[in-house]
Antibody, heavy 116, light 107 residues
């Protein structure tokens, strides 16, 4: 059974940085595109970034391009999201998701709160 | 960006009812339309992919239809566990975008 377990997140001050991790199991991680998606009351569900099976291609939403970096370590079955220059607008629950035909497996979600 | 507009935003229905939720894309998305169900405090769950394909393990009372810009999710006979929020999502063109959601509540 496919499983994505997230870690990282928490409270960070404006301008700060944070790293999210997503550990995959139960499937061949290196075969799949992976994505990060966030959800906030104000903006609903927002796709942020994807990464191809070998680490490319990579694509970002305009709202995070230049501030967020997606990466993966196929040897460790792990996906990452490095987030810099965080603002209050980035406050949300962040999800990793396996990108098959649709997002068919999701992490449990992790809350990122940006506040002073 | 492709805008996804769902209607209605909320819906009250009873167990046993037939329910339809609509999703309209701002441009042709070539049937790259997915539907998700989300319950409070949980991640979304994929129900339908590529407009009309039922995800493995999803009950057959869920069905999807449509093409081009107009799509529909139908629940044929509502069960108690179906009361949740439903989202559509286009995977035709980045940035992939979601509808604002339809909250299905018990009447």
């Amino acid at each position: 059974q496919e499983l994505l377990v997230q870690s990282g997140g928490g409270l960070v001050e404006p301008g700060g940085s944070l790293r999210l991790s997503c550990a995959a199991s139960g499937f061949t991680f290196s075969d799949y595109y992976m994505s990060w998606i966030r959800q906030s009351p104000g903006k609903g569900l927002e796709w942020l970034s994807y990464i191809g099976p070998s680490g490319n291609p990579i694509y970002y939403a305009d709202s995070v391009r230049g501030r967020f970096t997606i990466s993966r370590d196929n040897a460790k079955n792990s996906l990452f999201l490095f987030m810099n220059s965080l603002t209050a607008e980035d406050t949300a629950v962040y999800y990793c998701a396996r990108d098959s035909v649709g997002y068919d497996s999701w992490g449990q979600g992790t809350l990122v709160s940006v506040s002073s | 960006d492709i805008q996804m507009t769902q209607s209605p935003s909320s819906l009250s229905a009873s167990v046993g009812d037939r329910v339809t939720i609509t999703c309209r894309a701002s441009q042709n998305i070539n049937n790259y339309l997915n539907w998700y169900q989300q319950k409070p405090g949980k991640a979304p769950n994929l129900l339908i992919f590529a407009a009309f394909n039922l995800q493995s393990g999803v009950p057959s009372r869920f069905s999807g239809s449509g093409s081009g810009t107009d799509f529909t999710l139908t629940i044929s006979t509502l069960q108690l566990e179906d009361f949740a929020t439903y989202f559509c999502q286009q995977s035709d063109t980045t940035p992939y975008t979601f509808g604002q959601g339809t909250k299905l509540e018990i009447k």
